[in-house]
């Protein structure tokens, strides 16, 4: 008896200090993580500060064309903008398709698009970029009629489509949203069930689809991207090459409050027409200039009041949070690269298609600004037309 209890005194004194030991190595395992905590959270307020200060520098620096503007159009019409109460005549042309809305099962949202083709033909998805709207997608609207359901899309922000308030609705989730909704409504279900289209994206479009088509490759069945990379893509490159950060000076200046949409309205917005057809940026082909009424398509939109805030929020969200990780693309994908983009470098490509597990086939057009789709539309229509029609 005496031995039993002896025995169970033992075991009770090493269990104690089996949980003494298991208590002391939490607890220093708890220590040994405050300095991994301290260094996370010092390395996000460094980042927060190098980023305000980008922000604020290059503010400052898109500042200074301000006097020259003065300089050129006279202090009344460099600090005028007219509110435009008709649309362009081009922006409601019923030649490039059907204008509709639908509205978002999840959100409610109500979005306008323009639709061009056969509704039982598979659905070819276009997303514009910024400073633009459906009628960038113009062109492919016109020529892929003929085999596919095309729908230009109004992103949720632009055009007639609904505009919220507040940054956290233009986050990348909400718009990875928008697009499945999209796809849901519009698209039609293959033999197997499954609702599969051709994504198109340019800018920022071609960020959202390369992002959605990442997360969600059963409903890509191929993606094509025009001057568009990944945010994360463009961290890591910047990391190497610091003169991007020139080429992307914009992205912080469009962080702050209120100067971004006061400077864009200068002038008449004389710098978003300046981005749009300007000799350095805009488009360089001669055959494809913008006339005056197509320029009015981007700026209608725009003029309204309040009406610069939402685009501007797909940027104010980008160091919002922490960035999604690019993954594998499990995609067939076609990158069309306009050589003269001064907002995007051209080595920004292999960083690209190191992610890529299927097909994908880059082309370059050398002569070509950023807004590639409307600078050499011919072009870009065959280099998809190849790549669609290509078995993988």
């Not at 639709?115 to 892929?144: D, I, S, V």
Request: glycine content about 6%.
């Amino acid at each position: 008896m005496g031995a039993e209890c002896s025995r169970c005194d033992v075991q009770d004194s090493v269990s104690i200090s089996v949980l003494g030991a298991k208590e002391m190595a939490l607890s220093l395992y708890h220590l040994l993580l405050v300095p991994t905590r301290l260094l996370l959270k010092l390395s996000k307020l460094l980042e927060w500060l190098a980023m305000r200060s980008a922000s604020y520098l290059a503010g400052a620096a898109y500042c200074l064309w301000v006097p020259w503007l003065v300089l050129t159009q006279g202090p009344c019409r460099a600090f005028r903008w007219r509110v435009r109460e008709t649309p362009p005549p081009c922006l409601t042309d019923a030649s490039y398709g059907e204008h509709r809305y639908l509205q978002l099962k999840s959100s409610r949202l109500h979005l306008h698009y323009v639709t061009a083709g056969q509704k039982e033909a598979q659905l070819m998805l276009c997303l514009h970029g910024f400073p633009q709207n459906w009628f960038a997608l113009r062109y492919q609207l016109q020529e892929f009629k003929k085999q596919f359901q095309v729908v230009a899309l109004d992103m949720r922000g632009y055009g007639g489509s609904d505009a919220l308030r507040g940054k956290q609705h233009y986050q990348m989730e909400a718009l990875l949203e928008d697009v499945h909704g999209v796809i849901q409504v519009l698209g039609i279900k293959d033999q197997k069930g499954f609702t599969k289209c051709i994504l198109v994206g340019h800018d920022w479009g071609g960020a959202i689809a390369w992002e959605f088509a990442m997360n969600h490759p059963d409903m890509v069945e191929k993606l094509i991207i025009m001057n568009a990379i990944h945010s994360s893509i463009l961290k890591e490159y910047i990391a190497c090459h610091p003169c991007q950060l020139l080429r992307s000076s914009y992205v912080f200046m469009f962080q702050l409050q209120r100067l971004p949409e006061l400077l864009l309205s200068l002038g008449d917005f004389q710098l978003l027409k300046d981005t749009l057809a300007g000799r350095k940026g805009g488009i360089q082909n001669p055959e494809r200039f913008l006339t005056a009424q197509e320029l009015e398509t981007y700026i209608f939109g725009f003029s309204k009041s309040g009406a610069l805030t939402p685009a501007l929020d797909y940027y104010r969200n980008i160091f919002s949070r922490s960035p999604m990780q690019c993954k594998d693309m499990l995609v067939p994908m076609l990158v069309i690269w306009g050589g003269k983009d001064v907002y995007l470098e051209a080595g920004m490509i292999p960083f690209l298609e190191k992610y890529a597990r299927k097909r994908c086939l880059v082309e370059r057009i050398p002569e070509a600004s950023h807004f590639v789709s409307e600078d050499q539309p011919d072009k870009v229509n065959q280099l998809i037309w190849s790549f669609l029609q290509d078995s993988d």
